[in-house]
């Protein structure tokens, strides 16, 4: 091992001397090259080389490494001196034999997705802010006890997999990432879940299973965006189950767990002693259905807005709508016809049965020097005659029908004649009899 760090460190005086000769800087020497003088130790004609085309390692349009994935084989390497890659966003080593997380690696600023499954550690180091970049931390299969407070300075944590470490508590420090989506704590030996899991409002996937857990706190149903949720095989656990929000939980394992009851639509199905079952009605031959009381129970005091089924609401109103509608139409064609009473149009032709109207006519009478008007109006060969102004009031008297013809001639002192055919009914005289039209002549 130490022969290795020997041959590497002069490796590197040779880069330095090289670059300075040539009048270049350090910073020059390709990641390819610092990568595989730490895998191998030494290295002869490094320009040759391109790990870009590995299919473990991937690279920017630069040559830049961004992705390095390392799996078992890789035991005898010394990750303290893990060379130091300017744009390197994602590291996998698994089966590494690491028991501890290197400074070399905890110096990895950029990195977003830390993939550091099945080793050996034992504890995650304080350093673990300095990545405070990570959006996945992956951490499954090791011998981790406690998770460190400064977990909280790692702000962009979606993905958080503690699976299968010796875990005994949760701090109240990892229920302030906000941005989690997934957590894995299964197979540790958790015994409480603490109320402050509502702080994951963002929580999809919560993986309990295989713990010592006694009892889940009303808090966790207020999870109301949780899609997947594994709590089996925890046998001291007794619970009631509800729904988590408006969406059915994909599958649900309930084996080895003590359910007191069930509320139906929670998932969309459901396994338990070795047995699936599809439907809520073949579940409820092993569980009962939960009261309404017992899901107010929980729901009391937890902040969830569940949506209801406005289906009958949309429809009632819908109906009201229409009704109302009805109505303004009804209302209106009512204060139409009787306004029609009052003010309409009446053809000259027309002839009415009884009834006198009373007849406004606004003549325009530009060729009179004189301001009378002479108006004759020829209703069963009797002729009237009436002198007004320009502007006509005149009550024309109810027609006998042996002659149908009713004309109005209005003669001004030029001797022009003018025949209306029509006039604008102003005003019905209440005080006499309602007229009714009964027919119209063509001319």
Do not use: W
Not at 116 to 131: A, D, E, F, V
Not at 144 to 157: F, G, T
Not at 410 to 426: F, K, Q
């Amino acid at each position: 091992m130490k022969s290795k760090r020997f041959v590497a460190i002069l490796f590197f005086i040779y880069e330095i001397s090289f670059y300075l000769v040539m009048g270049q800087t350090v910073e020059e020497i390709s990641d390819c090259s610092k990568l595989m003088v730490f895998l191998l130790g030494n290295y002869t004609d490094y320009s040759k080389e391109n790990c870009c085309d590995l299919s473990t390692i991937i690279c920017d349009n630069e040559r830049y490494i961004k992705s390095i994935n390392l799996y078992s084989g890789s035991e005898t390497v010394d990750f303290n001196s893990f060379p130091y890659f300017s744009r390197i966003e994602q590291l996998t080593i698994n089966e590494g034999g690491l028991k501890e997380i290197p400074n070399s690696i905890l110096n990895l600023t950029t990195l977003k997705n830390l993939d550091l499954n099945k080793n050996t550690i034992g504890n995650i180091p304080s350093g673990i802010k300095n990545i405070s970049k990570l959006e996945k931390l992956y951490l499954s299969g090791n011998q981790i006890e406690k998770i460190p407070s400064d977990i909280k300075n790692i702000p962009q944590l979606s993905e958080l997999n503690l699976s299968n470490n010796k875990i005994k508590e949760l701090p109240n420090e990892i229920f302030s990432l906000k941005k989690l989506t997934l957590l894995d704590l299964n197979t540790n030996n958790i015994k409480d879940i603490p109320p402050a899991i509502k702080n994951f409002p963002n929580l999809e996937k919560l993986y309990l299973f295989n713990n010592d857990i006694e009892k889940l706190p009303n808090e966790v149903f207020s999870l109301t965006n949780l899609k997947e949720f594994g709590f089996q095989n925890n046998k001291n656990l007794t619970t009631k189950i509800i729904k988590f929000g408006d969406s059915s939980i994909s599958n649900c394992n309930f084996t080895d767990v003590n359910i007191e009851c069930y509320e139906p639509n929670t998932c969309r199905s459901i396994f338990y002693n070795n047995n699936k079952y599809n439907n809520d009605a073949e579940f409820q031959k092993v569980y009962r259905k939960c009261t309404e009381k017992e899901i107010n129970d929980i729901l009391s005091g937890l902040k969830i807005n569940r949506k209801t089924d406005n289906s009958n609401y949309l429809l009632i109103i819908l109906g009201c709508i229409i009704v109302i509608f009805i109505g303004v139409l009804v209302t209106f064609m009512l204060i139409r016809k009787k306004k029609s009473k009052k003010r309409y149009e009446i053809d000259s032709k027309n002839v009415f049965r009884t009834g006198s109207i009373r007849v406004v006519l606004n003549i325009n009478n530009r060729n009179s020097s004189s301001n009378n008007t002479n108006v004759e109006i020829d209703n069963n060969n009797n002729n009237n005659q009436y002198n007004y102004h320009n502007s006509l009031d005149i009550q024309i008297p109810p027609p006998s029908y042996d002659n149908l013809n009713n004309t109005v001639n209005i003669n001004n002192n030029n001797n022009n004649e003018v025949r209306t055919n029509n006039a604008s009914i102003d005003e019905v005289n209440d005080s006499l009899p309602e007229y009714t039209i009964i027919d119209q002549l063509n001319e």
